[in-house]
C-alpha cells in the first residue's frame, strides 16, 4: 500500500530540498552554513519520506558534513575558532559595506550576536580526534 503524500508531508519535502541545495552550495561558499543546512535537510525528510531520508543519511555529504558533528554531540575548540573567525570576516564585510545605515548594521548585529551565542553556548565543545588519542595513548 502506497503512502499518501499529505500537504504536511510535502511542505517537507520542499522544505528539505531547498536546505539540501543550501547546504550544498555552503560546501562550496562560504557564505552558507552547511550543518545547519543539513540538520533541516535530515528532519525535512525524516518527515516527508523514509527512503529519501535513508538516501540522504547514506550520502557522502551527509557523512563529510553531518555525521561527524552528531557523532561527537559537538565540535572541537579548534573547529569552532576557526567557523567563528570565518564568519567574523564574512559579517566584518557586509557591516563595513553598511556602515552608515544604522538599521542594517542592528540586523547584521543581532544575526552575529545570535550567532556567536550558539557557537559558544549551544554548540557543545568535544575533544579532537587527536586529544582523543593522546588522553588514550597515556592511559
Known amino acids: ?16 530540498c ?3 541545495a543550501m547546504g550544498t552550495l555552503g560546501t562550496v561558499l562560504p557564505v552558507l552554513p552547511t550543518v545547519p543546512c543539513y540538520l533541516v535537510t535530515a528532519f525535512g525528510f525524516a518527515q516527508s519520506s523514509d527512503k529519501l531520508h535513508d538516501w540522504f543519511e547514506k550520502s557522502q555529504l551527509y557523512q563529510k558534513h553531518l555525521a561527524p558533528y ?6 572541537p575548540a579548534k573547529g569552532k575558532a ?4 570565518l564568519v567574523t570576516v564574512q559579517v566584518g564585510i557586509p ?11 542592528l540586523i547584521i548585529g543581532a544575526i552575529y550576536a545570535a550567532f556567536l551565542f550558539c557557537m559558544l553556548v549551544v554548540v557543545k565543545t568535544v575533544p579532537s580526534k587527536k586529544q582523543l588519542a593522546n588522553q588514550y595513548s597515556k592511559a
Open 95 to 105: 557591516a563595513f559595506i553598511f556602515r552608515d545605515n544604522t538599521t542594517v548594521l
Open 18 to 20: 531547498i536546505f539540501f
Open 70 to 75: 552528531l557523532e561527537a554531540g559537538g565540535l
Open 82 to 85: 576557526s567557523i567563528i573567525a
Open 1 to 16: 500500500m502506497k503512502k499518501k503524500w499529505t500537504p504536511k508531508k510535502i511542505f517537507w519535502l520542499v522544505t528539505a
